[in-house]
């Protein structure tokens, strides 16, 4: 079963760090670990980051954290992450074998619970363009559409409307707000929220 190790900081500096991250990888090249490793930056805050590291097992992750190459990339943190300067830092591998596919359950709740993931139903116009209308709206306040399913069948008895479900990422509950209020300035009807 994989395991995964998941780091959340916050830094000015990400180009120090992904040179540093960089020369970790060369350094280790022919005898890493990690089967992949995904980093991404906060939307809401540009300074927090979230390194996401797969291993295949738990024994590889552990066997990872013990390389000189990795104490001596958690020392250059140590110096280079602002709220870390002057505390010692240890990469911490636990929770045992961690399945995947919780995790990113478990991920997605979160950001539901934060209000960075929201869904809701709008009715729109069947007509060319109508979908094309309910995107710009939303990329116009400034949220990203994660998933869009466009519903003919169930849309109810108007032949001229259809539903479409939306999946969007925001940047909290007020931008949930921000963007209902746009949607409903557009004049598009949202049928269902969650």
Same mark, same amino acid.
């Given at each position: 079963?994989?395991?995964?190790?998941?780091?959340?900081?916050?830094?000015?500096?990400?180009?120090?760090?992904?040179?540093?991250?960089?020369?970790?990888?060369?350094?280790?090249?022919?005898?890493?670990?990690?089967?992949?490793?995904?980093?991404?930056?906060?939307?809401?805050?540009?300074?927090?980051?979230?390194?996401?590291?797969?291993?295949?097992?738990?024994?590889?992750?552990?066997?990872?954290?013990?390389?000189?190459?990795?104490?001596?990339?958690?020392?250059?943190?140590?110096?280079?992450?602002?709220?870390?300067?002057?505390?010692?830092?240890?990469?911490?591998?636990?929770?045992?074998?961690?399945?995947?596919?919780?995790?990113?359950?478990?991920?997605?709740?979160?950001?539901?619970?934060?209000?960075?993931?929201?869904?809701?139903?709008?009715?729109?116009?069947?007509?060319?363009?109508?979908?094309?209308?309910?995107?710009?709206?939303?990329?116009? @306040?400034?949220?990203?559409?994660?998933?869009?399913?466009?519903?003919?069948?169930? #849309?109810?008895?108007?032949?001229?409307?259809?539903?479409?479900?939306?999946?969007?990422?925001?940047? #909290?509950?007020?931008?949930?707000?921000?963007?209902?209020?746009?949607?409903?300035?557009?004049?598009?009807?949202?049928? @269902?929220?969650?």
């Amino acid at each position: 079963m994989r395991f995964a190790q998941i780091i959340e900081f916050k830094t000015s500096r990400i180009d120090d760090f992904n040179s540093n991250l960089d020369a970790w990888i060369s350094s280790t090249e022919g005898s890493r670990v990690p089967h992949r490793a995904v980093l991404r930056r906060d939307r809401a805050a540009d300074d927090l980051y979230l390194l996401m590291v797969e291993f295949s097992s738990y024994d590889q992750g552990l066997e990872n954290s013990n390389r000189p190459a990795t104490a001596e990339f958690a020392a250059f943190l140590a110096g280079k992450l602002d709220h870390l300067k002057g505390k010692n830092v240890v990469l911490v591998l636990a929770g045992g074998n961690i399945d995947l596919t919780i995790l990113g359950r478990v991920l997605e709740v979160g950001l539901v619970a934060d209000g960075r993931l929201t869904r809701f139903t709008a009715s729109i116009s069947d007509r060319p363009g109508g979908l094309a209308r309910l995107a710009e709206v939303i990329a116009s @306040t400034g949220a990203s559409i994660n998933e869009i399913m466009h519903d003919r069948a169930f #849309g109810g008895p108007d032949l001229s409307a259809v539903r479409v479900v939306c999946v969007v990422e925001t940047t #909290g509950h007020d931008h949930v707000l921000q963007l209902h209020r746009a949607l409903a300035e557009a004049h598009v009807r949202i049928v @269902t929220s969650a």
